[in-house]
């Protein structure tokens, strides 16, 4: 088993490695120039500080030297210093992650709690109306567009209804609380602002619901269809036969086995959420690593992109480990082979 | 048929009826799940692929024809789906924007599809170091959330249609290649194949003429459902602002342009259920094409 997770663990670090110098090449193989995207037209005219500028970015050292200076920074915990903010990448990262790490663990919850039953019940009940439901709500969740799903919701909860609060983490007229974790949700009750809390949480669910429209589709089906697969399974034959009660074969026998595919498809889809949240933080104002990626990327800021980029392949990697792992445990032939 | 009261013994002819009545019902059921859905979905491509061809014709007015005095008009008969902030037709818009949307689709799912194909067919059939190579670098495309990968070169690349196509394709091979290889490794020590080598054919026909033609409908339903991924992900980046450039009607720019306009609520609306008739269509045909494929789904 400890051998195992080390393999996995050193195969991830060289795909990291990899990954960063693929983005570098990217970032620096296309024909945009940060510079003259970053000093205004007047600045850009003048040779003297568009040469000082480039210097000072480095952007005047040879490519191999520049994506050492990367890698060497990276060694120190250094992602480079963001061209637009003017602070460390990994400053940026670290104050807008949470508010990211909130969203999308939000939006992970409301699929499971709702996508999981969907999906065994559809599966136990098959063709029936309930079935249909399932298939029809996981089909409009996957296909619909999230931006266009998010306007809707406003549209409707904030806008017509006055339901829900607006776009923000939080009202106008709240104060954000001191910062000791970055989590609202954490920091609020800590610093004893319960209205605070309450309000971060009602700006949570819309943004939430949208976000986890696709992925409670995902779930539903993927649920749906292990769930028939094992039912069709020679043990759940056996277990009718001995007379078990049909709540039993379900929970006992065939969910566990239908689980497998599921946990795979959820890891998958919660790395998604994490970074996925572009377009529904760019919509509802959210202080997140989405909103901060699209910004940085409209303005071709490479430190930023590049450090983004690696943090998502960190966290893409992490999450397929604890997947494979996860596997070992609900699956003991996973270890023995 | 209803049962007869309990304790009375079912008459040949009730057994009979009533097993016609479950078989029935259970014929309707897989009637429905195997041609209704996807017919239905076809129709619905069908008719945006007619509409998208035949724009100029259809279309009420012209997509870029401005008139400010009847900016923002709410949906009647001259405008049946209103106008936006310049006083565009936006039913002519949602047409002319099918164009965009189903070429950006088509491109990227076909080109994309058959550089994945490519690589990960031959990468199966070289095997050794070449397969090693060719997977591992498909591997790596997968730590990149295509989103973000795509954000990044459309952006560096530069606003433009064709431009968000290049980025697009960049991302899109890499399933493709999975799917490829996997089929042709599932192929390659059949016997046919060994008969076509001890034949003489060159690996090329092997590969391309005897391998892929068998492996070719797992692709097909790939490529269908990936079409409405497709046109979603464009729409996405065209709402970024890193698709179309203005004034070109396209399906995700309409809805951006309509984002703040809550009470015109129709400006933002109805090009986002453009968008959703589109990708549902394809996820139906898709998934006929697999059930239909798929003889194990088949039966059930």
Known sequence: MRRYIASRLAIAAAMVLLATLIIFLIANAVPGDPVLTQLGDIAANNPAIVAAYRHKWGFDLPMWQRYWLFLRGLAHGDLGISISSQRPVIEDIAQYAPATVELSTAAFLLSLVFGLPLGVIAAMKRDSWIDHLARAVSLTGVSAPTFWLAFIMLAVFYGWLGWAPGPGQIGADQFPPPEVTGFMLIDAPLAGQWDTFRDALGHLVLPSIVLAAATMGLITRTTRAAMLEALSQDYIRVARAKGLRRRAIMLGHALPNALLPVVTLGGLAYAQLLTGTVLTETIFSWPGLGRYTFQSAVILDFPAIMGITLVVAVVYVIVNLIVDLSYALLDPRVMRR | MTLPASG???????????????????????????????????????????????????????????????????????????????????????????????????????????????????????????????????????????????????????????????????????????????????????????????????????????????????????????????????????????????????????????RELVAQWWVATFPGVAILTVVIGFNFVGDGLRDWLDPYARRR
């Open chain 2, 8 to 258: 009375a013994a079912l008459t040949d002819a009730e057994v009979t009826a009533l097993a016609a009545d479950v078989t029935g019902a259970a014929t309707r059921r897989r009637w429905l799940r195997r041609y209704l859905l996807p017919a239905m979905g076809g129709a619905v491509i069908l008719a945006w692929l007619l509409a998208a061809a035949l724009a100029p014709m259809i279309a009420p007015y012209a997509p870029d024809t401005v008139n400010v005095a009847g900016r923002l008009a709410e949906p009647s008969l001259a405008h049946w789906l209103g106008t936006d902030e310049l006083g565009r037709d936006v039913l002519t818009r949602i047409i002319y924007g099918a164009r965009t949307s189903l070429t950006v689709g088509f491109t990227v799912v076909l080109i994309g599809g058959a550089a994945g194909t490519l690589v990960g067919a031959v990468a199966a059939y070289a095997g050794g170091w070449a397969e090693e190579i060719l997977m591992r670098a498909t591997d790596l495309m997968f730590c990149f959330p295509p989103i973000i990968l795509a954000m990044a070169i459309a952006a560096a690349l530069g606003i433009g249609t064709r431009n968000t196509v290049i980025a697009m394709l960049v991302v899109w091979w890499p399933k493709f290649a999975r799917l490829a290889r996997s089929l042709v490794v599932g192929q390659r020590s059949l016997e046919y194949v060994a008969a076509a080598r001890t034949i003489g054919f060159p690996p090329t026909h092997i590969l391309f003429r005897q391998i892929l033609p068998n492996a070719v409908g797992p692709l097909v339903v790939l490529i269908t459902l990936d079409l409405g991924n497709a046109i979603l992900v464009f729409a996405g980046l065209s709402f970024l602002g890193l698709g179309v450039v203005p004034p070109m009607p396209e399906w995700g720019s309409m809805v951006s342009e309509g």
